[in-house]
């Protein structure tokens, strides 16, 4: 159980386009889902927390309007990266809460902006 | 300011022998604690959890908890080179009448030689 699914699981595009990547929880229902990104050997970063029918909470130096977070449903969170640069390639990665504070990863996107 | 401290690491073992990882912490209000194991490229895995002052083994893992000390371990036995990954700990607050915020240590690499 606890199976968290990321779409696409790799993406290149164009420096100015938009990329949209979806978490889904598949056998349970996340009222919060989490977007961290990892660069190269370094740590997690928290991005936004989800919650399902209101605003994402971004964390602090966190571009809201560039990261556009939408949680329709209860296991359907997605991030927009809007007019992607080169600086944002990174791997992004979604997790969602199960039960007892539990965080479930997805298997992550690698976006490169080329 | 880091609230998670690991030590980066390496920590090499030889296969078979006791693999220790240690974990200390800032918050006092966490309450829930957590170790996930990411292999390179990939995103971490939940290898366990413990909320209580004490051990908690799961197979060959045995997580330890030292509220006062603000310390949390994972032990490994009969280490294998299948377990040559980055280790994360994570330690969770659940504000009253706020999310959950999970905070992230930055990793211990660990090698198991053969």
């Known amino acids: 159980g606890a199976v968290v699914s990321q779409h696409p699981s790799r993406v290149i595009c164009k420096s100015g386009t938009s990329v949209k990547i979806e978490c889904r929880s598949l056998?349970?229902?996340?009222?919060?889902m989490f977007w961290y990104r990892q660069f190269p050997k370094k740590s997690l970063m928290l991005m936004a927390t989800s919650n399902e029918g209101s605003k994402a909470t971004y964390e602090q130096g966190v571009e809201k309007d560039k990261f556009l977070i939408n949680h329709a449903s209860l296991t359907l969170s997605t991030l927009t990266v809007t007019s992607a640069h080169p600086e944002d390639s990174s791997f992004y990665i979604c997790?969602?809460?199960?039960?007892?504070?539990?965080?479930?990863f997805g298997p992550g996107t690698r976006l490169t902006v080329l | 300011q880091k609230e998670v401290e690991q030590n980066s690491g390496p920590l090499s073992v030889p296969e078979g022998a006791i693999a220790s990882l240690n974990c200390t912490y800032s918050d006092r209000g966490s309450q829930s604690f957590f170790w996930y194991r990411q292999y390179s490229g990939k995103s971490p895995e939940l290898i366990m959890f413990i909320y209580s002052n004490g051990d908690k083994e799961d197979g060959r893992f045995t997580a330890q908890l030292n509220k006062a000390s603000q310390y949390v371990s994972l032990l490994i036995r009969d280490s294998q080179p299948s377990d040559s990954a980055t280790y994360l700990c994570a330690a969770a607050q659940s504000p009253l009448g706020g999310y959950q915020k999970v905070t992230f240590g930055t990793g211990t690499k660990l090698q198991v030689i053969p």
């Open positions: 997790s969602a809460e199960g039960g007892g504070d539990t965080q479930y």
């Open positions: 056998d349970f229902q996340a009222t919060t």
